[in-house]
């Protein structure tokens, strides 16, 4: 099975939180030129609310000696890469156009919590304010950072337990892969079912995977090409290549190269590397 690498792992370049390599800090809330959206940096990650809800995001990467680097957003599955600039207060984002002011006023950053030490958070007074993101988020940081995968499981089980799918495919894989705790493809599979049941892109690609394999049920390419199209269609390059080469080889569906092209090429266009390989030889070979 694939893990599907999070966001997190390019959100820290020059070591700590969201402070630019060359000076001035992205810290704090920023308030559009029309008013309508907020973008807030808080840790490693960025909130942005709108008319249309709440997205999330992450560094991708600064240039050393500048306020310019790039912001890696994921719209609905997607991601998007959105260069800026930081003169001053003011945050500007070319590939749009627009800027966007500091505002003064913070107190909409509720992800303080993730800055406390962990005598505090784990404390049990503390527990009750730890949302199910801030748990999930405690759980990155000793995943990624820390390399404590005992600590980080327990802090993806706290999350996936009041329902948090991001938590629960995490939690599945390391189950998966016995990170932190005993492997256990049963428990894997609850727990990446449960996060593909709420749609989540990268669980609906590895429950494909798992079906794929026999790992933890009975292999079964049909239901395999069910989840690889589930992830594939909300725009997932892994699930895009994956349900490409069941289209190519006639795994638990009808051989059509066809098919596998036009997959193979939506994954190709999010810069799957493999997806461009397969779309080479397919129309080389004039399958």
């Known amino acids: 099975m694939r893990k599907i690498t999070t966001m997190l792992m390019t959100a820290i370049v020059c070591g700590v939180m969201l402070t630019a390599c060359g000076g001035g800090s992205l810290k704090g809330t920023y308030v559009s030129e029309n008013g309508k959206e907020t973008i807030t940096f ?93 748990m999930f988020e405690l759980g990155e940081k000793y995943y990624f950072d820390d390399k404590n995968y005992i600590e980080a499981a327990k802090w993806y089980r706290k999350s996936a337990e009041q329902g948090y799918a991001k938590a629960q495919y995490e939690l599945g894989y390391m189950y998966y892969d016995g990170e932190g705790i005993e492997k256990d493809y049963s428990e894997a599979l609850k727990w990446i079912r449960k996060s593909a049941d709420q749609g989540n892109s990268d669980a609906q690609n590895a429950l494909g995977d798992m079906h794929y394999l026999g790992d933890g049920v009975t292999e079964n390419f049909s239901e395999a090409v069910k989840w690889y199209r589930k992830g594939a269609e909300q725009g997932n390059k892994y699930a895009q290549y994956n349900l490409g080469q069941m289209y190519e080889y006639g795994y638990g569906i009808t051989q059509d190269y066809g098919k596998a092209i036009e997959w193979f090429q939506k994954a190709a266009k999010q810069g799957h590397e493999k997806a461009k390989d397969k779309l080479e030889y397919l129309l080389e070979s004039g399958e």
């Open 42 to 134: 808080s840790g490693k990650k960025i909130k942005i609310e709108d008319s249309d809800g709440v997205q999330n995001g992450t560094f991708k990467y600064e240039e050393e000696g500048s306020n310019k680097g790039v912001i890696l957003v994921n719209f609905n599955g997607r991601e998007q890469e959105w260069d800026y600039v930081l003169e001053g207060d003011k945050l500007i984002f070319d590939s749009e156009d627009v800027y966007y002011k500091k505002d003064s006023k913070t107190a909409k950053d509720s992800s303080n919590n993730l800055e406390k030490t962990e005598e505090e958070v784990s404390s049990s007074a503390e527990l009750p304010t730890l949302s199910p993101s801030d």
